[in-house]
């Protein structure tokens, strides 16, 4: 990890740090029970969008993760601009503002 912050502290990056793995290991128990379901002999495609959206939601998960060893979390990657706390305890993998995310 950046030995400072540029957005937040540091025992605030461990907090999300620590939400975000734990959100990631929540999807990921989600996502197995989903692919269990596809494995039926009948599909459900559900459960395949399901295990695919879980499957993006953990991909995010990672790159937040990596923002924060980085030491660029919690700042948009569209703006540059701070992401208010609020937003990241909504959405801990959110890697833009909401009016970047609106514009998209």
């Known amino acids: 990890m950046s030995a400072e912050l540029d957005t937040m502290t540091t025992a605030t990056a461990d907090r999300f740090r620590t939400l975000l793995r ?3 290991a929540e999807c990921v128990q989600q996502r ?3 692919l269990a379901e596809c494995a039926t002999s009948v ?3 559900v459960a395949q969008r399901r295990s695919a959206d879980l499957q993006r939601t953990i991909g995010e998960i990672d790159a937040a ?3 924060i060893e980085a030491g660029t979390y919690g700042r948009c990657t569209g ?3 701070s992401i208010p706390e609020e937003r990241l ?3 801990p993998f959110a890697r833009t503002c909401v009016a970047c995310t609106a514009a998209a």
């Open 22 to 24: 734990s959100t990631r």
């Open 32 to 34: 197995e029970e989903a």
């Open 43 to 45: 599909p459900d495609p």
């Open 65 to 67: 993760l990596a923002r």
């Open 79 to 81: 703006c540059a601009a």
């Open 89 to 91: 305890e909504l959405r």
